[in-house]
């Protein structure tokens, strides 16, 4: 009968503190780098890193002709959020700042390979300028280093968007759903690499629709880059704080009979 007893009060208190072994937290994070890929005719390795950013395409002539798209690439470190967490939601704000168009879809594709940022800086315009040891250009995730050439020129990245949304006049824009969810828990995990998501208009191919968009650098805060990321964390020694209560709670019975 003791054993009975003690195996139902140890239950009870275990059950009592597991209810309380999650606990949802929310973090904001800022980008800590971001660039823009140009797509420029005969002049392939320009960059922007300090400047902002830019998406969709562009008609510019220049001495080598037209040049055509803009991809904004950013990244973001996760080492605000403990490891083992699960990830409940996340959702990535931007400031779109001037715009040649209407209203077009924007979508936010999965980076297959690590790039940088370095010192290059175009400020408010999408020419970009010639890029420093360091920067991602159309050619080089980072230009200077003959090995890092893209798979693909203009960045290797996930076919399938992890997310989109339709950017019309400036304003505040953001991108959440599953896609952006499941890009976080594997970097988390470490199932997938951490290089972050390229930015770009689904009709990139049409030469008067890109978008400025506020850079890391901004000087007001609330434009740069920010992704807002929910999760979970099992609650540290849950499991042993119940069975203590449960001790507890067999000790005080005992006394009382």
Not at 49 to 69: K, M, P, S, T, V
Request: hydrophobic share 40%.
């Amino acid at each position: 009968m003791r054993n009975t007893t003690l195996a139902g009060v140890l239950s009870a208190g275990c059950a009592a503190f597991l209810v309380a072994q999650a606990s949802g937290e929310t973090v904001s994070i800022v980008a800590d780098k971001d660039n823009t890929l140009f797509e420029m005719a005969g002049l392939p390795d320009l960059s922007s890193g300090r400047g902002d950013l830019f998406a969709g395409g562009i008609a510019q002539q220049n001495e080598f002709g037209n040049a055509y798209r803009r991809r904004a690439l950013i990244h973001f470190p996760l080492t605000a959020i403990p490891a083992g967490a699960t990830i409940n939601s996340v959702s990535l704000s931007m400031r779109m700042t001037k715009t040649i168009g209407g209203t077009y879809t924007f979508n936010l594709y999965r980076m297959l390979a690590d790039w940088g940022e370095d010192a290059s800086n175009s400020g408010t315009l999408g020419t970009g300028v010639p890029a420093q040891p360091g920067d991602v250009t159309w050619n080089y995730r980072f230009f200077g280093d003959p090995s890092s050439a893209w798979a693909t020129p203009g960045g290797d990245f996930v076919p399938t968007p992890s997310a989109s949304r339709d950017v019309g006049q400036p304003a505040s824009y953001t991108w959440a759903g599953a896609g952006m969810q499941a890009d976080v828990q594997g970097w988390l995990d470490g199932t997938r690499p951490n290089n972050g998501w390229m930015l770009t208009s689904e009709l990139e191919f049409l030469t008067s629709i890109a978008k400025r968009f506020a850079s890391r650098e901004s000087g007001t805060a609330s434009f740069r880059p920010t992704i807002v990321v929910n999760y979970t964390v099992p609650a540290p020694g849950a499991v042993a704080m119940g069975a203590g209560a449960g001790l507890m709670a067999l000790r005080r019975r005992r006394r009382a009979t």
